[in-house]
T-cell receptor, first 114, second 117 residues
Framework: SQTIHQWPATLVQPVGSPLSLECTVE??????LYWYRQAAGRGLQLLFY??????ISSEVPQNLSASRPQDRQFILSSKKLLLSDSGFYLC?????????????FGPGTRLTVL | AQTVTQSQPEMSVQEAETVTLSCTYD???????LFWYKQPPSRQMILVIR??????QNATENRFSVNFQKAAKSFSLKISDSQLGDAAMYFC??????????????FGQGTILTVHP
């Protein structure tokens, strides 16, 4: 069966510090991968998605970047965090060959920027 | 722009009773999937149920069922025999259209469901 991991679970960082959040998927190959942000416990905003190694598409211009160095690894980064980067970050995956567009989510990372 | 609207920010239900959460969406596509996800206090998003648009039969998963009205672009979630563990935020979601959408989902703003013992 497939599982998705995210770490760290919780992170408190000062403004201006760098960020690296990691997401890995097990039990599948060639997944589509997604990063979402959820602010204030409400709707999810798609930040990045990836259909393959090194292939990243950005949905929203911002202070963040994403990379996919391996097939099942997706990293969210920032060189200098802003207060507005605080939120709950969710990674998700979907099967490449799926026709249903179903996405499966990781446990999330709660980021607080002080 | 494609949108998903959940008009009920909060709902409450007594344990063992039935509650319906509303969702409407806007699309010009003819074949697509619709989803309800649950986000409990742990905040992990859990797939509750999925409906394929070209199927007339409403999807059912145990105590969860949908009322899919394609012409009205309405996709409501019915929870029967509500349990305390059903308390969560519920999101309706719809994939963005287009051949290069790669399954990108648009989410509604969510409905917070409270279950009273």
């Amino acid at each position: 069966s497939q599982t998705i991991h995210q770490w760290p679970a919780t992170l408190v960082q000062p403004v201006g510090s760098p960020l690296s959040l990691e997401c890995t998927v097990e039990g599948t190959s060639n997944p589509n991968l997604y990063w979402y942000r959820q602010a204030a416990g409400r709707g999810l905003q798609l930040l990045f998605y990836s259909v393959g190694i090194g292939q990243i598409s950005s949905e929203v211009p911002q202070n963040l970047s994403a990379s996919r160095p391996q097939d099942r690894q997706f990293i969210l980064s920032s060189k200098k965090l802003l207060l507005s980067d605080s939120g709950f970050y969710l990674c998700a995956w979907s099967p490449r060959s799926s026709s249903t567009d179903t996405q499966y989510f990781g446990p999330g990372t709660r980021l607080t920027v002080l | 722009a494609q949108t998903v609207t959940q008009s009920q920010p909060e709902m409450s239900v007594q344990e063992a009773e039935t509650v319906t959460l509303s969702c409407t969406y806007d699309t010009s596509e003819s074949d697509y999937y619709l989803f309800w996800y649950k986000q409990p206090p742990s905040r992990q998003m859990i797939l509750v149920i999925r409906q394929e648009a070209y199927k007339q039969q409403n999807a059912t998963e145990n105590r969860f069922s949908v009322n899919f009205q394609k012409a009205a672009k309405s996709f409501s979630l019915k929870i029967s025999d509500s349990q305390l563990g059903d308390a969560a935020m519920y999101f309706c979601a719809y994939p963005l259209a287009g051949g290069t959408s790669y399954g990108k989902l648009t989410f509604g703003q969510g409905t917070i469901l409270t279950v009273h013992p």
